[in-house]
């Protein structure tokens, strides 16, 4: 069964730092693109930032988070990291991590990717 388990959300107040992990099971997703959505209360899920099927391939990131969030691949165990700095109240949201099985090439575009983790909550405390 592939899976795809996010695990590194928390409370953190604002302007601190979190790392979140994204572990594949049942398969590698070396070969393919992978990408952070987030959810807030009563909001859509929304793009946050995705990245190619190798380190140092193209990256794609949503404004608001930009010169805070980097995303980077992981090794065997973890496919894929986002290292949020400098959090702000508006970060709190449900974050996933994705994959496009099918795809090496990252969007923005939620319906473009088809493996989902359950997610993992961030809270940033004013």
């Given at each position: 069964?592939?899976?795809?388990?996010?695990?590194?959300?928390?409370?953190?107040?604002?302007?601190?730092?979190?790392?979140?992990?994204?572990?594949?099971?049942?398969?590698?997703f070396?070969?393919?693109?992978?990408?952070?959505?987030?959810?807030?209360?009563?909001?859509?899920?929304?793009?946050?930032?995705?990245?190619?099927?190798?380190?140092?391939?193209?990256?794609?990131?949503?404004?608001?988070?930009?010169?805070?969030?980097?995303?980077?691949?992981?090794?065997?165990?973890?496919?894929?990291?986002?290292?949020?700095n400098?959090?702000?109240?508006?970060?709190?949201?449900?974050?996933?991590?994705?994959?496009?099985?099918?795809?090496?090439?990252?969007?923005?575009?939620?319906?473009d990717?088809?493996?989902?983790?359950?997610?993992?909550?961030?809270?940033?405390?004013?």
């Amino acid at each position: 069964q592939v899976q795809l388990v996010e695990s590194g959300g928390g409370l953190v107040q604002a302007g601190g730092s979190l790392r979140l992990s994204c572990a594949a099971s049942g398969r590698t997703f070396s070969n393919n693109a992978m990408g952070w959505f987030r959810q807030a209360p009563g909001k859509e899920r929304e793009f946050v930032a995705a990245i190619s099927w190798r380190s140092g391939g193209k990256t794609l990131y949503r404004d608001s988070v930009k010169g805070r969030f980097t995303i980077a691949r992981g090794n065997a165990n973890v496919a894929v990291f986002l290292q949020m700095n400098v959090l702000t109240p508006e970060d709190t949201a449900v974050y996933y991590c994705a994959a496009r099985t099918s795809w090496a090439i990252p969007t923005m575009n939620l319906g473009d990717y088809n493996t989902w983790g359950q997610g993992t909550q961030v809270t940033v405390s004013s």
